[in-house]
């Protein structure tokens, strides 16, 4: 496998067909993982079980926002990844069909959720 294909961005937009692919999209996200979930800890560590207007407070700069956006982001796109890889291995027909589209769906969803609730909260 060349260089150019591991560092090439749209192995990250395009549906997966291999196993190759999936593999660096789970580790090109794991990667993003390692920095973003202490990141996230040490920062959203500070106002977590504080009161509503304190973490209103803390989510209303725009750094914090960012922090909490791309960590959830990035950690839907690996759980629709794995759970992809999952579903792929031992689940055939059309159950595989059915779980595969709940399962973008779930997390799509999930993304959007977590983007709307945050930017209402910043504006």
């Not at 209103?56 to 960012?66: G, K, M």
């Not at 629709?80 to 792929?88: A, F, S, T």
């Not at 999930?110 to 930017?119: D, M």
């Amino acid at each position: 496998m060349s260089i150019f294909k591991s560092l090439n961005p749209n192995i990250i937009l395009k549906s997966s067909n291999n196993g190759t692919d999936s593999h660096l999209r789970m580790t090109f996200t794991s990667l993003l993982l390692v920095f973003l979930i202490p990141t996230f800890i040490f920062t959203f560590g500070q106002v977590f079980g504080a009161s509503y207007e304190e973490v209103n407070n803390f989510l209303s700069q725009p750094i914090n926002s960012i922090i909490v956006i791309a960590t959830l982001v990035i950690s839907f796109i690996h759980f629709k990844q794995g759970v992809r890889i999952l579903i792929e291995d031992y689940v055939r027909g059309f159950k595989r069909k059915m779980l595969l589209t709940f399962t973008t769906i779930l997390s799509y969803g999930a993304i959007a959720i977590s983007i709307y609730s945050i930017i209402t909260i910043l504006f």
